[in-house]
T-cell receptor, first 115, second 116 residues
């Protein structure tokens, strides 16, 4: 099955700096890569996703890049703010298989934005 | 807007006891999922359902059973709890597209279970 590795496990940045979280996946057939943000005491929430027919996607201060050849994708957060502090999860799945799309999650990155 | 609601939010069990976690969603979603979250291991899929009356095994199904008698509800049961089942459990739901396109998962706030 799919295996998703995520690094780093913890990341501390100063407010205003950029943060980058990286993930690699093992199944070359995976074609959907979402990122979820989990705030303390809450369930994860989708913040951005990308499909394998594009290499980059942006939404305001966050962006995701995908390298299909190397089988890795990354989350980029620019101009970080204290409210960005949370645990971030990457995930991968295969669309088009005709069954419920089951996400395989990475192990999470705890991002702390300091003042 | 309620979204996905899990009950109970906290529970302490003794080894061998049984319990049921209830998940309810009000978004008319076809698909529902149960995940467990453990430190350093991310979210792992236990069981899932693609519609009322159907269930399927995920990555870590052993020791758990599920039922989906109503479209809006997805129950997770532990027949004989073990300390290894101490975890935070998350229910999620998503729209059904025949599995052709992965939809956004909407998560509940979690249920923290401790087995002594």
């Amino acid at each position: 099955g799919e295996n998703v590795e995520q690094h780093p496990s913890t990341l501390s940045v100063q407010e205003g700096d950029s943060a980058v979280i990286k993930c690699t996946y093992s199944d070359s057939a995976s074609n959907y890569f979402p990122w979820y943000k989990q705030e303390l005491g809450k369930g994860p929430q989708l913040i951005i996703d990308i499909r394998s027919n594009v290499g980059e996607k942006k939404d305001q201060r966050i962006a995701v890049t995908l390298n299909k050849t190397a089988k890795h994708f990354s989350l980029h957060i620019t101009e970080t703010q204290p409210e960005d502090s949370a645990v971030y999860f990457c995930a991968a799945s295969k669309d088009g298989t005709g069954t419920a799309s089951k996400l395989t999650f990475g192990t999470g990155t705890r991002l702390q934005v300091t003042l | 807007n309620a979204g996905v609601t899990q009950t109970p939010k906290f529970r302490v069990l003794k080894t061998g006891q049984s319990m049921t976690l209830l998940c309810a969603q009000d978004m008319n979603h076809e698909y529902m999922y149960w995940y467990r979250q453990d430190p350093g291991m991310g979210l792992r899929l236990i069981h899932y359902s693609v519609g009322e009356g159907t269930t399927a095994k995920g990555e870590v199904p052993d020791g758990y059973n599920v039922s989906r008698l109503k479209k809006q509800n997805f129950l997770l049961g532990l027949e004989s709890a073990a300390p290894s089942q101490t975890s935070v459990y998350f229910c999620a739901s998503s729209t059904g597209t025949g599995g052709l396109v992965t939809g956004e998962l909407f998560f509940g706030e979690g249920s923290r279970l401790t087995v002594l």
